[in-house]
Each structure stands twice: as C-alpha cells, then as structure tokens.
C-alpha cells in the first residue's frame, strides 16, 4: 500500500519487533521512476482493445513486483462499480512464472496455478465439458491443451481487465530460438482468443521476445523501470530523496542520518530502489533483534550486497539497457530501407564525408588521363599588336 505520511505512527515504538518490521516492509515510496511506468502501464491496459501484449523490463531489483501490486491496486479501485453489479467478474489476475527444475518451462502448471487464481474449485478432480470431447481433466494427468482450454473458457467468464505475469523471463529459457517462439506463441494464442491483455514482467532475460515475429512487434508494447543513474543530476536528486523517505519510516526512536552516505547506498544498490529497501529491510532487522533504538553504521554495512554481486547485477542492467538503446546507425538503415533521406544528424555526417572525397580529388592535379587538357582559362577577344 502507498504511503503518504511524512512518518512512522509513534505507536509503531510500543509494538513488537514483528510488527514495526512489517510495516517498513509494506512501506513503499512513489519515486518518479515507479510513477511514471505505473502511469505507462495503466494506459497499455486501459487502450488495450483487442489484447495485446507488454513488457515490463529493467534489472533485479529494480521494483517491479512493487509496480505490479500497486498497478492491481488501482484497477481493483477503478473497477468498484462494475464487480459490485458483477460478482462473478475479476478486476486482474496476478500469477508468478515459476521456475521449472527440469529447466524447460511447465505449462501444465502454469496454467493450473491460472485456474487457481480464478477461484476455479476443485482444480484436481474438476470436469469441463466441451464440443470436441465430453469432459476435459484439469487433474493431474491432464494434458497441456485441456488445461489450457479450461483457462480461456474461464478467462472468458471472469474477464479480468489484464493478465499480470511476474518473473515472466522464466518463460523464456529454453534452447533453441524456434522453441522460444513455441512459447511466445502460447501466450499471444491465449490473447487472440480471450482478448485479454498479459503483460509480463522480468527481467533483461525477457527480452529475448521481443521482435521475434512482426506480428509481435505490432501488437506488443515495451515499457522500461530504469534504474537511478549516478552521472545525471536529477536521478541522483531523485535517489537521494527516496532515502530520505526510507530513512523517516524507519519504526526507531532515532532518525539515522543516511544520506550522509548515500553513494555507499547508491553504490551497493547500483540504483535500484528495490534492492535499496531489501538492504533496509535487512538492517532494521538486525537493529531490532540487538534492541537498539538506532540504526547504526555495523547494521548498514553488514546487510548490503557484496562487491561481487554488484558488479554482476551491474553487468546485467548495462547489457540490457543496451539492447533497448536505439543507436542512430539504426535508424538511418531504417530510413535507407524505406527509401528516406537519413535523419539530419547522420546526413550531415554522410555530406561531411562526401566532402572530404571530394577534397581529396581535387588534391590530385596533374593527374589526369592521356587526351584529356587541363582546365585553363583560355584568352578572348582580338590582340592589340595585329591593329593596323
């Protein structure tokens, strides 16, 4: 839930170690990163006629659960009215993707899980009639393409507003690139047929699906949680009073002074909010089991992430951020393919070379070939010695 309040409630200091952790835990901050994607996502589910797909990207950490939660926060709120005069309808269905351990992912149970999410009874022992045969098994030895049969009927009757998919990239890891458009295709059939909008939420591993297909791409929206960058002033600003927040709601006796070291903060977070409040979360804790009424410097540096693993999560977030970067080369190809002019940048830099070639002909005189004169001025009219 979205706080507003400037601070902890006071009587958070007379309850248990459980309940003061609890609500730092619950306590989020509407940073302007998180803001301005939660807006871009709600317009993809509201402007989502037909179904389409959305993916939500940016590194580990970066808050996107906290994007997804608060996002079916507010259409729950949105759609009051209409699942009062309908209680049969479901606002959003929220499910996490979960990992396989034969490393190629279930859809068996994904779908099951899917049912489950929609208060489908008796999941395991269940019988759905349908035209093809005369019940469909949603139990255990059901097969892939009842399961899922089962769940675009009941998406159908539910008709939720949008799909929310969370670690969605462990969808993606799979071997070879047709069986990950087998998998992409899974998930755009169950769009085209119930017209319900997913939107699938990973990490940079997600976008292995994009620009699979131009059917995809047409229909598929990219919406990025960035996280905080060091080298541009107003992210920085914007980092900083986010721990400022954080440091206000700790349930203490004692405001700590964490802004002090806010580049050590930056640093072992590498800008991510989300990891930012999982290293709070952390340290409170440890303040908490040793009663202090202070979080001190031995809790803060005790609970961060090490060297290593920022400088893997920092690896990650770059290669990723790369891959969305649209290059300039890019796009005059683009152009050039279409039968446009290049964009004015790269034309400037095509005519600055140009120029220099054709500087470079005009360096090499008395080169020319054999027959041909080189360019004089030639003398007009009569001479003034042949007047007579």
């Given at each position: 839930m979205?706080?507003?309040?400037?601070?902890?409630?006071?009587?958070?200091?007379?309850?248990?170690?459980v309940?003061r952790?609890?609500?730092?835990?619950?306590?989020t901050?509407?940073?302007?990163k998180?803001?301005?994607?939660?807006?871009?996502?709600?317009?993809?589910?509201?402007?989502?006629?037909?179904?389409?797909?959305v993916?939500?990207?940016?590194?580990?950490?970066?808050?996107k659960?906290?994007?997804?939660?608060?996002?079916?926060?507010?259409?729950?709120?949105?759609?009051l009215?209409?699942?009062?005069?309908?209680?049969?309808?479901?606002?959003?269905?929220?499910?996490?993707?979960?990992?396989?351990?034969?490393?190629?992912?279930?859809w068996?149970?994904f779908?099951?899980?899917?049912?489950?999410?929609?208060?489908?009874?008796?999941?395991?022992?269940?019988?759905?009639?349908?035209?093809?045969?005369?019940?469909?098994?949603?139990?255990?030895?059901?097969m892939?393409?009842?399961?899922?049969?089962?769940?675009?009927?009941?998406?159908a009757?539910?008709?939720?507003?949008?799909?929310?998919?969370?670690?969605?990239?462990h969808?993606?890891?799979?071997?070879?690139?047709?069986?990950l458009?087998?998998?992409?295709?899974?998930?755009?059939s169950?769009?085209?047929?119930?017209?319900?909008p997913?939107?699938?939420?990973?990490?940079?591993?997600?976008l292995a699906?994009?620009?699979?297909?131009?059917?995809?791409?047409?229909?598929?929206?990219?919406?990025?949680?960035?996280?905080?960058?060091?080298?541009?002033?107003m992210?920085?600003?914007?980092?900083?009073s986010?721990?400022?927040?954080?440091?206000?709601h700790?349930?203490?006796?004692?405001?700590?002074?964490?802004?002090?070291?806010?580049?050590?903060?930056?640093?072992?977070?590498?800008?991510?909010?989300?990891?930012?409040?999982?290293?709070?979360?952390?340290?409170?804790?440890?303040?908490?089991?040793?009663?202090e009424?202070?979080?001190k410097?031995q809790h803060?540096?005790?609970?961060?992430?090490?060297?290593?693993?920022?400088e893997?999560?920092?690896?990650?977030?770059?290669?990723?951020?790369?891959?969305?970067?649209?290059?300039?080369?890019?796009?005059?190809?683009?152009?050039?393919?279409l039968?446009?002019h290049?964009?004015?940048?790269?034309?400037?830099?095509?005519?600055?070379d140009s120029?220099k070639?054709?500087?470079s002909?005009?360096?090499?005189?008395?080169?020319?070939?054999?027959?041909?004169?080189?360019?004089?001025?030639?003398?007009?009219?009569?001479?003034?010695?042949?007047?007579?």
């Open positions: 979205m706080q507003t309040t400037d601070r902890f409630p006071e009587y958070l200091l007379e309850r248990p170690n309940e952790r609890k609500y730092f835990v619950s306590y901050v509407q940073h302007p998180l803001t301005d994607v939660f807006a871009s996502l709600q317009n993809a589910v509201r402007e989502s006629s037909s179904g389409s797909i993916f939500i990207t940016g590194p580990t950490g970066s808050g659960t906290t994007l997804r939660l608060r996002t079916e926060e507010s259409i729950k709120k949105e759609m009215a209409e699942l009062q005069l309908d209680p049969g309808r479901l606002p959003i269905i929220g499910i996490t993707a979960i990992s396989s351990e034969t490393g190629n992912f279930n068996k149970d779908f099951r899980r899917l049912l489950h999410e929609m208060d489908e009874p008796c999941i395991d022992k269940k019988y759905i009639p349908t035209n093809s045969r005369g019940h469909i098994d949603t139990g255990p030895r059901a892939g393409s009842e399961l899922r049969f089962a769940t675009e009927k009941l998406l009757y539910r008709r939720p507003a949008a799909v929310f998919i969370d670690d969605a990239q969808i993606a890891k799979l071997s070879t690139g047709r069986r458009q087998d998998q992409l295709d899974c998930i755009k169950l769009v085209d047929v119930t017209g319900i997913i939107a699938m939420f990973g990490t940079y591993e997600l699906f994009r620009n699979l297909s131009a059917q995809l791409s047409r229909r598929s929206i990219d919406i990025h949680l960035q996280r905080y960058y060091a080298g541009i002033p992210d920085v600003r914007s980092f900083k986010t721990l400022w927040a954080f440091q206000r700790l349930p203490l006796r004692e405001e700590p002074d964490l802004l002090s070291m806010w580049d050590f903060f930056y640093e072992r977070s590498i800008g991510c909010i989300g990891v930012l409040k999982e290293w709070l979360t952390k340290a409170l804790a440890q303040a908490l089991k040793d009663k009424q202070l979080l410097l803060i540096e005790s609970t961060p992430l090490s060297i290593s693993q920022c893997k999560m920092l690896a990650e977030a770059m290669e990723g951020e790369g891959k969305l970067k649209e290059n300039a080369s890019a796009h005059a190809l683009l152009r050039t393919n039968g446009l290049a964009p004015l940048g790269e034309f400037q830099i095509a005519q600055n120029i070639i054709d500087q002909f005009e360096s090499r005189k008395g080169q020319l070939r054999p027959g041909i004169r080189k360019p004089t001025r030639d003398k007009i009219g009569r001479n003034n010695e042949s007047r007579d």
